[in-house]
Structures are given as structure tokens and as C-alpha cells.
């Protein structure tokens, strides 16, 4: 745990919040600021800082990551809709939280290419 981390704080329980799905790796929860109708943020509890530093070790947990997120997609009815399913990495990527997570964008037609 890195305990300058918000999403650390979160996975903990530190900060209190609304989990969609918890298990022993990963955690799943609101965005503060949702972008779509359903907009989830899927995260390991342990601090990795982004996919760029995420290891072979860490392939079990990328994996759940993006189960978990489809698991979760299909609990909000949104399977056959449709949804979109977004790392952000680094700079470039947008990344503003330094806590590898998967974004779940889903009710409403997203738009490509991303801005
Ligand atoms: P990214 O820009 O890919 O790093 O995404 C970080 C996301 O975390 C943004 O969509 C924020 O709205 C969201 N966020 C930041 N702080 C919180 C928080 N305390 N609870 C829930 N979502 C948060």
C-alpha cells in the first residue's frame, strides 16, 4: 500500500466507498466524475503505478481486471449495448491517477477516435 495513494485509501477502506465488486485482488467502484451513464474504475488492491510498470508477475491480476470489468458489465445490462474498456497510461495516455485501474464506459454511444 502506498499510503499518498487515493486509490490505495480506497481499496483499503480508508476512505469509505461503494464497491460493485470486491475479491482478494481487485476492487471496483464509481467514478467521482462519471464520463458515461455507468463509468466504473476496476483496480488491483495492490499499488501498481500504471500498466507500464506492471509485471509478468502481475498477469493474474491483469487478467481479473478486465473479467471483473466484463462481469461487472454485464451486472448493468450494458453486454449487449455495448461499453468501451480504458487504460490510461503515462502523459500522453491521460493518465491523472498513478494506481493502475480499467476504466467501464457504458450507456451511451461512445465516440472513436478518443480526443
Ligand atoms: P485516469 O485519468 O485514467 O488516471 O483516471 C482517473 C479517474 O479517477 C478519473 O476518471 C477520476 O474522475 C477518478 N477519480 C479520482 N479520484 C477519485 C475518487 N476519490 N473516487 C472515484 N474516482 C476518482
Not at 32 to 37: E, F, I, K, M, S
Not at 54 to 57: E, Y
Given at each position: 500500500m502506498d499510503t499518498s495513494c487515493i486509490f490505495c485509501k480506497i481499496a483499503s477502506g480508508a476512505i469509505p466507498a461503494t464497491f460493485l465488486h470486491e475479491d482478494d485482488a481487485v476492487v471496483a467502484f464509481g467514478d467521482?466524475?462519471?464520463?458515461?451513464?455507468h463509468h466504473v474504475l476496476i483496480i488491483p488492491?495492490?499499488?501498481?503505478?500504471?500498466l507500464a510498470s506492471?509485471?509478468?508477475?502481475h498477469t493474474e491480476v491483469l487478467g481479473r481486471l478486465l473479467r471483473v470489468a466484463a462481469e461487472i458489465a454485464e451486472r448493468l445490462g450494458v453486454t449487449d449495448s455495448g461499453y468501451r474498456t480504458v487504460i490510461n497510461t503515462g502523459p500522453d495516455g491521460g493518465q491523472s491517477v498513478f494506481h493502475l485501474h480499467v476504466h467501464l464506459l457504458g450507456g451511451r454511444p461512445l465516440a472513436w477516435p478518443p480526443g
Open positions: 467521482l466524475n462519471p464520463q458515461a451513464p488492491r495492490e499499488h501498481v503505478v500504471s506492471a509485471t509478468d508477475g
